[in-house]
């Protein structure tokens, strides 16, 4: 009883089998063809996190999955997947960044947007957490200083708030701004939680004062710069224009710049 | 082989559009030539996800004219042999390191052993297994060389030309090492069931 040709040839045939469902997903999201999305409790609420291979792909605070799924293809001409859970890495990177710790690295998917569009997102990554900078800030600082409006508009179509902090960027005359990621109101809540006086801050530009200096070091910040933080109440000059803590024989402090984006006055 | 040519003129128009297709037309097989090469189900789907990576980000750095010359199903399969063949290679390494006292023979044979969850079988189980896992797992004792020809030619079912090509072996070779494969399997298939006759009737 031997085992013929043909015998040996349908086992082997035989040993054909089906992919896992896994694989095909697997191969499209690393890719970027598709993307994944989970669920990530924010202090604003419970937010939509979606990536794929690239990177982090969208931050969004869609009231369900179907919302999410639809404005997704909508945006980026991708399916987005649901996943259980955010990638235990991607996970803690996104807790340390919110935590304030900017050197921890998260890839970004940013494609599909202009190259002006990635200078502006690059330069709010730069605002420390607790501090806001003008968007003529952000437009003097990549070198576009007319393109303030401009600047507002990219902000606004910032794809992965909170990742990028666009909520770090306010009005020039010191008001809070617009914000994408559900309005006004969850703005003022995150700066609030980063550890910013959100009402000092709105006061103080109320009543004109746009920048602080020390007499000890005569140097001028933005008010919400960390230098500015450590000014003591005694030793604290407002002012009012660059101009005038210029002719007061003040430098502007080297972190926050403070002559990017000042209105010629 | 009409999926195929649709396939690549789908790839060389749209790339990213297209490629959906063709992981969803090809993941069965680089799956099952992995999974056979390889043993482990996991190590196979890894395998395959990596061949299919590979394969897109070495379309998109080709000419539409070199899509359209493609001949996908021996592209692809040498793709995932050649990742398999690597993945062999580190568990051959890591076994030589676990257990330096052993010949490099015994050591191949050691990476082939049955899974765990098998191991506490008695020996004979594998045979009165489902014939399918019984020639699966003698397909892994094959020499590797062996196994990849056997494997293109009557698991994946290329043409001789096409195995040739995948291994960059010469057809000559090809079909003698798919020969030689399928001898040795029809001799270790016997023997097991010899033993298994024995076994029966002490």
Known sequence: ?265 | MDTDSTLISALARDLDGSFEALVLAHQDRLYSIALRLLGDRRDAEEAAQDAFVRAHRALATYEPERILELRLRPWLATIVLNLCRSRLARRAARAAIARPALSLDATELGTLEPRADDAAEPATTAVRRDARETWAALLLTLPPAYRSAVVLRHVDGLSYPEVATALDRPEGTVKAQVHRGLALLRTAFEAARQREREEMTA
């Open chain 1, 1 to 265: 009883m031997t085992v013929s040709d043909k015998d040996l040839e349908t086992a082997m045939a035989d040993l054909m089998t089906v992919a896992p469902p896994t694989l095909a997903a697997g191969v499209l999201v690393e890719l970027g063809i598709v993307d994944r999305y989970a669920r990530f409790d924010a202090p604003i609420g419970s937010l939509v996190v979606a990536w794929n291979g690239l990177g982090v792909s969208a931050v969004e605070a869609a009231p369900d999955d179907a919302t999410f799924e639809s404005n997704h293809v909508a945006r980026t001409g991708r399916r987005a997947v649901h996943a259980d859970q955010l990638p235990e890495s991607l996970a803690g990177a996104i807790a340390r960044r919110l935590g304030g710790d900017r050197r921890v690295r998260i890839d970004l998917d940013l494609r599909g947007h202009t190259d002006f569009e990635r200078d502006v997102w690059q330069k709010a990554l730069e605002i420390p957490r607790g501090e806001v900078r003008p968007y003529g800030w952000i437009a003097a600082e990549i070198g576009r200083p007319k393109a303030v409006r401009a600047v507002g508009t990219a902000l606004g179509h910032n794809p992965v708030p909170l990742i990028v902090p666009c909520h770090r960027v306010v009005r020039t005359d010191g008001s809070i701004g617009q914000y994408s990621l559900g309005g006004p109101g969850n703005k003022r809540t995150i700066l609030a939680a980063e550890g910013l006086d959100v009402d000092a801050m709105e006061s103080g530009a109320r009543s004109g004062v746009r920048y602080l200096g020390s007499d000890t070091t005569h140097i001028v910040c933005l008010p919400t710069c960390h230098n500015a933080k450590r000014i003591t109440a005694p030793h604290r000059v407002p002012f009012r224009s660059l101009r005038a803590a210029a002719g007061a024989g003040y430098r502007p402090c080297r972190e926050c710049r403070p002559a990017s984006g000042a209105i010629a006055a």
